[in-house]
């Protein structure tokens, strides 16, 4: 009797990889759902962005510019960059996976910290590298942990500022003093996805650093304020030395016309802009106010979400809260990957969903 062969088998170290698990989107029938779980705006895309996309669809039959270029010009104009230095992808995760695909070799060794994004230890470990984790202090990242976690074999430390989902961030004295500290074939990736939101003096999402060094580059996505998740935009900043072994292996069509309309015409709307960060700096007070009003830990947050920390008893742990808010219709993220098995993130939603999470958190505890 003939034996079936097994068929392909992938590179050591793929499968020991632990598939990123994206937050639930789903209510009980019959039940108004409020997905408070993907850091999503609850404003919505730009009306321009809309329109912009309805245009491209007129034009489904033609390849779309493969550089990107009017997205990448109308991001240089946002923020006074040159051109030449951006490099548009398909959201901020595929210039990740590229850093990590084009400087990263079996043997050596990438940083992130103790609550990072949880895509940077799958694109160390495709890239044949390992992960090495620097602890965090007061949930926060700290530069001396990150510095002693450096070895010969250190390519990269990629760095969420502000993080997710812990909502903190390092002022950026702290991010130079990392730099600093860094041999210059070191490079640091300062994702700053979350960047515009924050409203701190001692912030700065990266450009002046990217600009005056040659191993520093900056992340960022049109995801969250924007909401325009559904079309997968992230660019990034960087030296062009960088950005040249980076565009020989991304795809020659890597960004869709749909996105690249959609960006240009979101990233011009500075009212939209303006009118997310308003309605977000309003909920964040409040409803950090709120949940500490009912006996709720909650991690001081800089983004469009908050750590929210249950107690460690039965009946009140996170997983019984995320079990009664479900069945209310309020989606949060269980955090539990991420070293946090008793604490959910909670994306400030709408009014109605806002005041709704309060009110059925007001209940849990009660029961």
Known sequence: ???????????????????YQPGKSHAPEGVE?????SNETPLGASPKARAAVAAA??????????????LRNAIAAAHGLNARNILVG???????????????????????????FLVYDIYIRAAGASPVVAKERDERADVDAILACLSERTKIVFLANPNNPTGTYLPFDEVRRLHAGLPAHVLLVLDAAYAEYVRRNDYEAGVELVSQSANVVMTRTFSKIHGLAALRIGWMYAPKTILDPLNR?????????????????????RGHVEAAVSHNAKWLERLTE??????????????????????DEAGRTAADADAF???????LRRVT?????????????????NLGVVAALEDFLRT
């Open 325 to 331: 808010l479900t069945q209310r219709g309020f989606i």
């Open 57 to 70: 669809a007129e034009t489904l039959e033609l390849y779309p510019d493969g550089q990107s270029t009017a």
């Open 337 to 353: 990957g991420y070293g946090f098995p008793n604490a959910l993130r909670m994306t400030v939603g709408s009014e109605k969903a």
């Open 249 to 269: 292996i991304r795809g020659p069509f890597n960004v869709n016309a749909a996105a690249i309309a959609a960006g240009t015409a979101a990233i011009a709307d």
């Open 1 to 19: 009797m003939q034996t079936l062969d097994k068929g392909p088998v992938p590179k050591p170290g793929v499968m020991d990889i632990e598939a």
């Open 290 to 311: 709120d949940f500490a009003r009912l006996g709720l830990r909650v991690t001081p947050s800089v983004g469009n979400f908050l750590l929210v920390h249950f107690p």
């Open 33 to 37: 759902l409020h997905k408070l779980s």
């Open 90 to 116: 398909n959201g901020s995760d595929e210039l990740l996976g590229l850093l990590a695909q084009a400087y990263l070799s079996p043997g050596d060794e990438a940083i992130h910290t103790e609550h990072g």
